[in-house]
């Protein structure tokens, strides 16, 4: 069974600590579903900026395993290619500044 949270805030693509706090909130609930979580555990995929915040909310919640998909990278390298690169990317600047000076 796969869940998408829907969160005004990640519609939204707005960045906040507290987002970590939503996915731990969000986890404890689905895991209390018996008919969508049975052993009480669950997986997690993420991807982009999403995977930050479940590599820091893994610190504060047990999750069964968790797969992370650009997570991290080189602060050295994301400056380069998104501050003086030729690409305007307003949204991968913005990850880069939470990720690495939130």
Do not use: W
Not at 80 to 97: P, S
């Amino acid at each position: 069974v796969a869940i998408v949270p829907s969160s005004k805030r990640y519609r939204n693509i707005e960045i906040s600590k507290d987002q970590i706090d939503d996915l731990v909130s969000f986890s404890e609930a689905v895991e209390r579903r018996q008919d969508i979580c049975p052993d009480g555990e669950l997986s997690v995929f993420s991807v982009c900026i999403s995977s930050a915040f479940a590599l820091i909310a893994s610190t504060r919640h047990f999750y069964r395993s968790l797969l992370c998909v650009g997570a991290y990278a080189s602060a050295e390298n994301v400056m380069r290619e998104h501050m003086l690169g030729d690409q305007e990317d307003d949204y991968a600047r913005n990850c880069m500044f939470y990720n690495f000076y939130g």
